[in-house]
């Protein structure tokens, strides 16, 4: 018993069972992941190597080339990048596509300590980690407040990231503009001669003093507690009364020969919301995340935050950006060209066919093969992005050629005289060869793109993916749904009774005899004349591809107008923090009195950067800009160019303006 036999005389089971495949794929459209990209799996190690005090120079000599002479050897290793700064190397390698970093980081920490007594006695230990490409922020945010810089920081790093960072599909939450606070003691040299200290001896007793050992644990009335010797500091004043003479007889304090206070680290990076100070933070979702339900759960706790709990008086959160508005919209007008092309299938088979229960037959079939092919899409470990949703419309075609050619078999039989129920099965089981040899196709295609492990790769095999699994459920509903409602839908009588519809039909025939001899006499035209209408067509198609080739814009990934760009900003690398921050603040003032501009986001001391590049120091600047309602102002491309303008006005530094494409990049 074959499968469209076995369909019709066990439709109630076979309902069933296709019913079980559809709820399968119902519930896999629930989970699975919206992005706007495929996932990029490039294998990058990072080696990061403090060396205190180093110029980048020294840096380069003394740990550098040392690093990448010890690490060159590393099977697999495709390229290696170095950065030397003040105090810092940081080393990235990339290995080849398919290589597993977890497994290569092991072998680079056997090298690394294959050197350790080669490198200077004050080189701290190297901090391996890998690099995951995808973990790029999709939310940012900016607090902006009356209070001091450190004081926005603390309540950020100590409130608000971990509000963020608990959320499912969060991998961490990252803040600039800041530094944390530390407890900092300012010697006073004139004091400290005066009481014949040196600056050694007092930091000496000073770690001597800030201990806590602990000591075992004691049994007391049947319960056991450990017992600690606690000599921390609770307190400014603890650290202030602290006797830092070292004899007995004197007593001089620590408050007498030094300032101490709590405040931030040296800071090394500022934000800007608009023209205002402020601290950024950016959550990044993990590697296995949903951007659209990852920003929806940031959302709802924003809102619980500003709108419920409230801030300290003068504290204000801004939600500057993020990226579900761009997925949602993509993933929208994306599903809208797979329903509208179903749509108009229907509506040009019932154009053709005259038949509407034909019509709905197959109209019914394209989704339901959609709607099982988003399961075993969400089990191959794809997700709805632009690559796997361009497939789904594509595949349109091959879903209503199989139907089609099944259903017009079956009617082809019904009119010979067979009953509906042998036509049925009789008129598919006659198709079975044809439709899997042409439905095949695509698979025999597509199958090879799926094993594709290049970079390239990584964004076409969820295409292959689609194309595949969609192919094969197409064949199944064919040879199962659409036999059966063939079956119950279908009569042996098929004339046209209605008179609109008859009415149509005389009309619709009418237009296509004439259509079909146009299409004769120009056969026959063609016939008489075959060079010269191949010379014609060739002559054409040569001039357009010479006219038209040339002003064609190539690139990896089009630029998506995302109603935001970005500036990177360089200045001279002798430059002070400070003397960023003025240039910056001259810059943001000139872009905000644009319309277009919505809002300005502004970091300076870090980029958002690709592995490899430099994203920290006081020289870098990074400005997101927000822009209004594409609707409301000119396209992202020309105030892009206006920008440009504006930017050349300026001197002493270089810039470039980043347009992102669907992969954020």
């Known amino acids: 018993m074959n499968l469209p036999q076995l369909s019709i005389q066990r439709k109630v089971a076979m309902c069933c069972f296709i019913l079980l495949f559809v709820i399968i794929g119902i519930n896999s459209y629930r989970k699975i992941n919206m992005e706007a990209a495929p996932k990029m799996n490039v294998p990058y190690v ?266 300290p008086g003068g504290m204000e959160l801004h939600w500057f950006m993020d990226d579900s508005a761009f997925v949602e919209a993509s993933l929208e007008d994306s599903w809208k060209s797979v329903i509208l092309g179903i749509i108009l299938t229907a509506i040009l088979l019932f154009v053709f066919l005259h038949n509407p229960r034909s019509t709905f037959i197959v109209a019914v079939s394209m989704p339901v093969s959609i709607i099982i092919a988003i399961g075993g899409i969400y089990f191959s470990g794809c997700g709805f992005d632009m690559i796997t949703l361009i497939a789904l419309g594509s595949v349109t075609g091959v879903l209503v050629t199989n139907s089609i050619v099944v259903v017009e078999n079956i009617i082809l039989r019904i009119t010979k005289g067979d009953e509906v129920k042998k036509a049925s099965i009789d008129g598919t089981n006659e198709v079975v060869i044809a439709v899997i040899a042409s439905a095949l196709t695509n698979v025999v295609v597509f199958l090879p793109v799926t094993q594709m492990k290049s970079i390239i790769g990584m964004f076409v095999k969820p295409f292959g993916i689609t194309m595949v699994v969609v192919t094969i459920a197409s064949i199944f509903i064919s040879f199962s749904l659409t036999p059966i409602l063939s079956n119950a839908y279908l009569k042996k009588d098929n004339e046209v009774k209605n008179p609109i519809l008859k009415a149509f039909s005389k009309g619709w025939n009418w237009f296509y005899g004439k259509f079909e001899l146009l299409c004769l006499k120009s056969f026959e035209l063609v016939r008489k004349i075959p060079g010269t209408v191949a010379f014609l067509l060739s002559a054409a198609c040569i001039a357009a591809f010479i006219l038209l080739v040339p002003h064609l814009h190539v690139d990896f990934l089009p630029a998506n107008d995302q109603s935001k760009l970005s500036v990177s900003l360089e200045f001279p690398a002798n430059i002070s923090l400070k003397g960023t921050q003025r240039e910056v603040e001259k810059i943001i003032n000139v872009i905000k009195t644009h319309k277009e501009v919505d809002a300005v986001g502004t970091t300076i001391g870090y980029v958002n950067g690709m592995p490899g590049k430099v994203n920290q120091g006081v020289n870098i600047a990074e400005m997101t800009i927000h822009l209004i309602d594409k609707s409301k102002r000119m396209i992202h491309k020309e105030f892009a160019n206006l920008l440009r303008e504006d930017l050349d006005k300026f001197n002493d530094f270089v810039y470039a303006i980043n347009i992102p494409n669907p992969v954020g990049m």
Request: charged content about 25%; aromatic content about 4%.
């Open 46 to 311: 990072a080696i990061s190597t403090v060396y205190p005090g180093a110029s980048p120079e020294e840096v380069e000599t003394d740990l550098g080339k040392k690093i990448e002479d010890a690490v060159a050897t590393v099977e697999g290793l495709k390229k290696q990048t170095t950065l030397c700064m003040e105090n810092v190397c940081v080393n990235t390698l990339e290995f080849v596509t398919g290589t597993d970093p977890d497994i290569k980081i092991h072998e680079v920490r056997e090298k690394l300590n294959g050197i350790v007594n080669d490198l200077p006695p004050n080189v701290e230990t190297s901090v391996l980690q890998t690099i995951n490409v995808n973990a790029m922020p999709i939310i940012t945010m900016y607090l902006t407040g009356k209070q001091s810089i450190d004081e926005l920081y603390d309540y950020v790093d100590d409130k608000l990231a971990s509000r963020f960072s608990v959320l499912p599909g969060v991998g961490e939450v990252r803040i600039h503009g800041g530094n944390k606070l530390e407890m900092q003691v300012e010697l006073n040299r004139e004091k400290l001669a005066k009481a014949n200290l040196t600056v050694g001896e007092v930091i000496a007793r000073l770690s001597a003093a800030n201990i806590k050992i602990p000591a075992g644990q004691i049994d007391e009335h049947g319960r056991e507690e450990s017992v600690a010797f606690d000599a921390e500091f609770k307190s400014i004043d603890d650290i202030k009364n602290l006797d830092v003479s070292g004899n007995p007889n004197v007593h001089i304090y620590l408050g007498d020969v030094a300032d101490i206070k709590l405040q931030s680290k040296k800071l090394r990076s500022i934000g800007y919301y608009n023209s205002e100070p402020a601290i950024q933070f950016e959550i990044v979702k993990k590697d296995d995340g949903n951007t659209v339900k990852v920003c929806q759960a940031a959302r709802k706790v924003f809102n619980q935050i500003t709108k419920e709990e409230g801030l």
